[in-house]
């Protein structure tokens, strides 16, 4: 059984920066695409970037490149985003989810509804 834990989430000021982390039991990094979500009420949840260890593919939604970096720590089975240059429109709930495979195939193709496992979120608020 999977279980996927964030961690990272707090207040911080429009320029400034976050790491999140997402550590997982119960699956194989090697095996899995893991990706970071976001939503806030009354929209879609969003798709931030992913990681796929198999085939080191990874993948930024356009509103973050540049300023999100996603990484994992195999021996850790721990995926970090760290979130740079911080603006009030990054303030979400952020939600990490794993799917078998690579990104590709689950992620990029399908969005959320391709993710089979998910945290419950850290939130993220960004003042101006």
């Known amino acids: 059984e999977v279980q996927l834990v964030e961690s990272g989430g707090g207040l911080v000021q429009a320029g400034g920066s976050l790491r999140l982390s997402c550590t997982a039991s119960?699956?194989?990094?090697?095996?899995?695409?893991i990706a970071w979500f976001r939503q806030v009420p009354r929209k879609a949840r969003e798709g931030v970037s992913c990681?796929?260890?198999?085939?080191?593919?990874?993948y930024y939604a356009d509103s973050v490149k540049g300023r999100f970096t996603i990484s994992s720590d195999n021996a850790k089975n721990t995926v970090y985003l760290q979130m740079n240059n911080l603006k009030p429109e990054d303030t979400a709930n952020y939600y990490c989810?794993?799917?078998?495979?690579?990104?590709?195939?689950?992620?990029?193709?399908?969005?959320?509804?391709?993710?089979?496992?998910w945290g419950k979120g850290t939130l993220v608020t960004v003042s101006s």
């Open positions: 119960g699956i194989t990094f090697d095996d899995y695409a």
């Open positions: 989810a794993a799917a078998g495979g690579v990104c590709g195939g689950s992620y990029y193709s399908r969005g959320y509804l391709g993710m089979d496992s």
């Open positions: 990681i796929s260890s198999s085939d080191g593919s990874i």
